[in-house]
């Protein structure tokens, strides 16, 4: 069977969930609340997995509303609406990528001038970011020190609560710590590995596993940005295929166009593992076990065909 479908279950999945209940409030789709609205800090974020983050971060201090939370949208084609700019008008404290990646919130922060407002720009505070790649979010590396700015930015809205922050961004450093050991761990087992990318998300976690990506970067670049690749990028894309030089294929299920689907269906003829992953969160799950699970689809991909 050559789709991979996401597995729950990695080790120190009991450990986890134990800090995520420490320190985080429950799993949602647009909205987070706690005890008094009234005592909330508004915070908006562009995608739903910075706001699960200061979620887990805020706790019961924080009301966030996240705007990209559906992983079955294209986030490059997302256009805001009247519902999104009222929120960000009442937030206090707003997060986005940048990068060209969520230019619709600048448009929305521009709407609505707020000299008060404190605004996040995750591509800003990543301290480990790839070329030519605004996905940050998935360089694991570079979430401690967006965690740590979000804390920052609570505790200077709420100084009172600054030990209860300080708790929970330690809570969370040391669940995110399970997803490096899992990065270690794959590339002790696979770094050389031949795989194929249909875009640039993934390079965050190649690199750190130590894979080796065989197509062409112009290929996935092109892909991430909703433009069409160079054709002889296409050619060596679906060569890498047809003739099994790649042991996986990773595939985003966000960003797919004809190309991207033939070499999906190319992957499937030959046997060839596919391993999907999203830009934003599934609903169902928190960010550490969100990268988790992908992860294991992929460990699993690797396994049966190396």
């Known amino acids: 069977?050559?789709?991979?479908?996401?597995?729950?279950?990695?080790?120190?999945?009991?450990?986890?969930?134990?800090?995520?209940?420490?320190?985080?409030?429950?799993?949602?789709?647009?909205?987070?609340?706690?005890?008094?609205?009234?005592?909330?800090?508004?915070?908006?974020?562009?995608?739903?997995?910075?706001?699960?983050?200061?979620?887990?971060?805020?706790?019961?201090?924080?009301?966030?509303?996240?705007?990209?939370?559906?992983?079955?949208?294209?986030?490059?084609?997302?256009?805001?609406?009247?519902?999104?700019?009222?929120?960000?008008?009442?937030?206090?404290?707003?997060?986005?990528?940048?990068?060209?990646?969520?230019?619709?919130?600048?448009?929305?922060?521009?709407?609505?001038?707020n000299a008060s407002r404190t605004v996040l720009v995750g591509a800003s505070i990543a301290d480990h970011e790839l070329p030519d790649n605004p996905h940050v979010w998935y360089g694991i590396d570079n979430i401690p020190t967006i965690a740590k700015a979000m804390t920052d930015a609570l505790k200077k809205l709420d100084s009172a609560d600054a030990a209860t922050f300080d708790s929970n961004l330690q809570k969370f450093d040391q669940s995110v710590a399970f997803i490096q050991q899992k990065l270690d761990s794959l590339k002790a087992k696979y770094a050389g590995v031949a795989v194929g990318l249909t875009e640039t998300i993934f390079l965050y976690q190649t690199n750190a596993i130590g894979l080796k990506v065989l197509t062409p970067f112009e290929f996935e670049k092109a892909i991430a940005e909703g433009n069409d690749p160079p054709a002889d990028t296409v050619v060596t894309a679906n060569d890498q295929v047809n003739k099994r030089e790649i042991k996986v294929l990773i595939y985003n299920e966000q960003t797919v166009t004809p190309i991207t689907t033939n070499l999906e269906n190319a992957a499937r003829q030959h046997n060839i593992p596919i391993i999907p992953v999203t830009e934003t969160m599934p609903r169902s799950l928190h960010y550490q076990q969100w990268m988790l699970a992908q992860l294991t689809v992929l460990e699993q991909g690797l396994q049966s065909s190396t």
């Open 1 to 113: 069977m050559s789709t991979l479908r996401r597995s729950t279950a990695w080790p120190g999945l009991a450990i986890i969930l134990f800090l995520l209940s420490a320190c985080s409030g429950p799993i949602g789709n647009n909205s987070f609340s706690g005890a008094s609205s009234s005592r909330l800090i508004p915070v908006v974020a562009a995608e739903n997995f910075y706001g699960d983050i200061v979620n887990q971060l805020g706790g019961e201090h924080v009301s966030v509303t996240s705007i990209l939370s559906d992983p079955n949208v294209d986030p490059h084609e997302y256009e805001s609406n009247v519902q999104d700019g009222i929120a960000v008008s009442k937030a206090r404290l707003v997060i986005e990528n940048g990068d060209g990646y969520d230019t619709w919130m600048d448009k929305l922060l521009s709407a609505s001038p």
